[in-house]
Antibody, heavy 118, light 113 residues
Framework: QVQLVESGGSVVQPGGSLRLSCAAS????????MHWVRQTPGKGLEWVTL???????KYADSVKGRLTVSRDNSKNMVYLQMNSLRTEDTGVYFC????????????WGQGILVTVSS | DIVMTQSPDSLAVALGERATINCKSS????????????LAWFQQKSGQPPKLLIY???TRESGVPDRFSGSGSGTDFTLTISSLQPEDVAVYYC?????????FGQGTKVEIK
């Protein structure tokens, strides 16, 4: 069965950096896109980014230029590099396996907390 | 981006009574190639991550009680809890996964009257 486990959450000061990781198992990782979705006090549930199987990336306007997604298909891992963090980035970050049109449903991890505070 | 709008923002229902939540998308999320609506419903209890209840607008996730049902097509969707139980107190979200930039409704808080 699909399993997604996020790690790397922490408390970080505004302007700081953090890297989140997501370990995937139970499916052919290299064949699927992977999203990051976050839940923040200010905006609720918000899509952040998608990395396609071919490595192409797509970002929400609110994070462009500050957050970068990457993947390592040899390790079944997806990463979210978070730079120039702001207090409004505080929230729970979820790793999500893309189902794509034609598929049935996305699969979500349990989430990891990121707190940006001085 | 597709805008998802839920109504109402909150509702209080007596135990055993029906709860109905509506969700409207700003454009159709029906994928004509398989005739499926790419609409999911989530339940979120306090301090927990969102839990998938319904996908394809009307397919219950494994293990979800049959008092939860989803309906609708195109741009208008409904989540119904046929007989509200104490454990159903939660915030419910709809989400479209038709486009790569997923979008969510603002949430509907369900309480016991």
């Amino acid at each position: 069965q699909v399993q997604l486990v996020e790690s790397g959450g922490s408390v970080v000061q505004p302007g700081g950096s953090l890297r989140l990781s997501c370990a995937a198992s139970g499916f052919t990782f290299s064949a699927y896109g992977m999203h990051w979705v976050r839940q923040t006090p200010g905006k609720g549930l918000e899509w952040v980014t998608l990395i396609y199987p071919n490595g192409n990336e797509k970002y929400a306007d609110s994070v462009k230029g500050r957050l970068t997604v990457s993947r390592d298909n040899s390790k079944n891992m997806v990463y979210l590099q978070m730079n120039s963090l702001r207090t409004e980035d505080t929230g729970v970050y979820f790793c999500v396996k893309d189902c794509s049109l034609g598929g049935d449903r996305d699969h979500w991890g349990q989430g990891i907390l990121v707190t940006v505070s001085s | 981006d597709i805008v998802m709008t839920q109504s109402p923002d909150s509702l209080a229902v007596a135990l055993g009574e029906r709860a109905t939540i509506n969700c409207k998308s700003s454009q159709s999320i029906l994928y004509r190639s398989n005739n499926k609506n790419y609409l999911a419903w989530f339940q979120q209890k306090s301090g927990q991550p969102p839990k998938l209840l319904i996908y394809w607008a009307s397919t219950r996730e494994s293990g979800v009680p049959d008092r939860f049902s989803g309906s609708g097509s195109g741009t208008d969707f409904t989540l119904t809890i046929s007989s509200l139980q104490p454990e159903d107190v939660a915030v419910y979200y709809c989400q479209q996964y038709y486009t790569s930039s997923r979008t969510f409704g603002q949430g509907t808080k369900v309480e016991i009257k």
